[in-house]
């Protein structure tokens, strides 16, 4: 059995997403939750996985690529391997799903760059582990009046508890519960975004010439919140300010280029006014050489007999063995 609870707390600006599945049975049980925010689309608008995601995959982990640009056919569509930046809704050919490969953080998100607004799902990622997108493209095999009322197209963002696939079963044991919490948001006025929890969104962009660009939601309203710029322990910047969910903070400054030279080294931080810290971020320094996850094949029907990739797929999710 399962039960979701949807929470509206005083002073926050936040849904909780509470998840309890229970296995009330003597034998071991399956499970598999996943749950989705559906969000208007446009040119404009941008997928964001946190700044660490180096790999995305698809059903059953049979395809990988880069992430955000990929350089390999993905999904049997040979354009991806183009280099095209599949962050991006309008770079999609066609409908296609894309999940984070090993989500190290704790959050998914979306950015509409027209409307500077977005969505938030965050959560702790040792438990709501599961990121994904699942969009028709802007050529889709659909007519968009079918798709939706009367708003075009939309593209649904995804998170799943104690699982990071579809399918990718957790098991329950003989009277075992299981728990989980998300928090869903809107974000605005942030120009993108870096990362997110159940306390605050933020956004740090680093120039090469030293210039520095700050902003941030929360979820709650913070008198006196501190942000705070540092480079190792040499403060770069700091200002105190009031932020609220109805008032995003937002400053531009400039620091001398040389102590940005390496953005990785530049760290972000907001503190409430106890100085307790609320999020960090600093940019990553990825290694783009590393080799790519070996696709997962189905261990029944042996995949080399099979030539068609989406009948691997449907195979694959028929004749899972555990």
């Not at 050529?139 to 079918?146: G, L, P, Q, V, Y």
């Not at 400054?253 to 600093?282: F, Q, R, W």
Request: aromatic share 12%.
């Amino acid at each position: 059995s399962w039960a979701i609870g949807i929470t509206l707390r005083p002073g926050k600006s936040y849904m909780e997403i509470t998840g309890r599945l229970v296995n009330s049975t003597e034998n071991d049980n399956s499970m598999l939750y996943w749950s989705n925010v559906s969000t208007l689309v446009d040119d404009n608008y941008q997928i964001i996985f946190p700044q660490s995601t180096e790999f995305v995959t698809f059903h059953c982990k049979n395809w990988f690529a880069h992430w955000p640009v990929t350089r390999e056919p993905f999904n049997g569509i040979d354009e991806y391997a183009d280099g095209i930046d599949a962050s991006w809704w309008k770079n999609h050919f066609m409908s296609n799903s894309m999940f984070v490969h090993d989500l190290k953080e704790d959050f998914i998100a979306g950015y509409d760059h027209g409307r500077k607004a977005g969505t938030m799902l965050a959560g702790n990622h040792h438990i709501v582990k599961g990121g994904k997108f699942w969009l028709w493209g802007p050529n889709s095999e659909w007519d968009t009046r079918i798709l939706t009322d009367n708003d075009g197209h939309y593209c649904e963002l995804m998170v799943g508890a104690y699982s990071d696939n579809q399918p990718d079963y957790c098991w329950l044991n003989p009277y075992e519960t299981k728990e989980f919490t998300a928090y869903w948001y809107g974000i605005r006025d942030l120009k993108h975004v870096n990362r997110g929890n159940e306390h605050a969104t933020v956004n740090m962009e680093v120039g090469a010439d030293g210039r520095l660009h700050l902003a941030a939601n929360v979820t709650r309203i913070r008198p006196d919140a501190r942000i705070v710029v540092r480079r190792g322990g040499k403060t770069l910047y700091e200002t105190t300010a009031l932020i609220a969910p109805d008032k995003p903070f937002a400053a531009d400054t400039k620091v001398p280029a040389e102590e940005v030279a390496e953005p990785s080294e530049v760290t972000m931080y907001l503190y409430d006014s106890e100085g307790n810290e609320l999020i960090s971020y600093h940019p990553y320094k990825l290694d783009r050489t590393k080799p790519m996850p070996d696709p997962v094949m189905p261990l029944n029907p042996d995949p080399k007999s099979v030539e068609n990739t989406e009948e691997v797929y449907y195979l694959g999710m028929r004749n899972l063995q555990f």
